[in-house]
């Protein structure tokens, strides 16, 4: 199981868009679905798939909270013409924010939103072996603007096998945006790509919870070391969720607890589920009790 794995929060549609995301991909597929019943937003869908190998979970929970280009996602391509056959499904009911084109920095590109609100970048990348097909982008914007950066470094100081890579900046010519600061900078955690940048122009968007990160941990002492570190809203923390101080949503989840959601026994699935949704911050000794009593 990967460290971190992308959140995706939907109204309705996570059945729907985890077909169409692995439809897209070679190396993708279902790997599990769960119901959960009397929640807070009633019943709700957990769908997790693999896309080109990488672990993604989706949740059908209602319209509390919608995608924004906050949060893209990045697909590498070696190829032209996989960057257009990409680029046609996805733009298929959707917008494009950057029309499909060459760029000084790819023979071709283009950020879309899909039908289901969320954002991708598509890119060639020519003969660049590609490692992870797909990269978490996030984009610092607003009151965050200028602070892609520091964030980085942040959590690269948080998790392990952690790295920052190139950073280009934006230079005196770029207004709105500040010269110097990150045009894109690249980055792992957990032997994981994701990447960065700040946008100074006038947006109406910024981070919220329908993209998150999930934290998948072994023990109550890794709960508690992620949580330490990373929250800094407490009116936002909540079963397992919490937000950092740049706005950004993570879920600090044991691993144990993802096991549990897959019972095919109702009575315990119930009984895990009331007893985390009491939580904020998840306690793995009492999810056991209340699993298995």
Known sequence: MQKITPHLWFDKEADEASKFYTSLFEGSKLKDKTILSNTPSGTVEMITVE????????????????????????????????????????????????????????????????????????????????????????MFVGEQCGKAEEAIGFYASVFKDSQIGDIFRYGEDAEPNKHGTVQHAAFTLENQDFAAMDSAYDHNFTFNEAISFIVNCDTQEEIDYYWDKLSAVPEAEQCGWLKDKYGFSWQITPIIMNEMMLSKDTKKLLQVTEAFLKMKKFNIAELKKAYER
């Open 51 to 138: 896309l080109a190998g990488q672990e993604f979970m989706l949740l059908s929970a209602g319209p509390f909270f919608k995608f924004t280009p906050a949060v893209s996602f990045l697909v590498a391509c070696n190829t032209v013409a996989e960057v257009e056959t990409l680029w046609n499904k996805l733009i298929e009911k959707g917008q494009a924010l950057m029309p499909l084109d060459t760029y000084p920095f790819s023979k071709k590109y283009g950020w879309v939103i899909d039908q289901y609100g969320l954002s991708w970048q598509v890119m060639h990348r020519g003969d660049f072996e590609i490692k992870q097909k797909i990269t978490p982008t996030l």
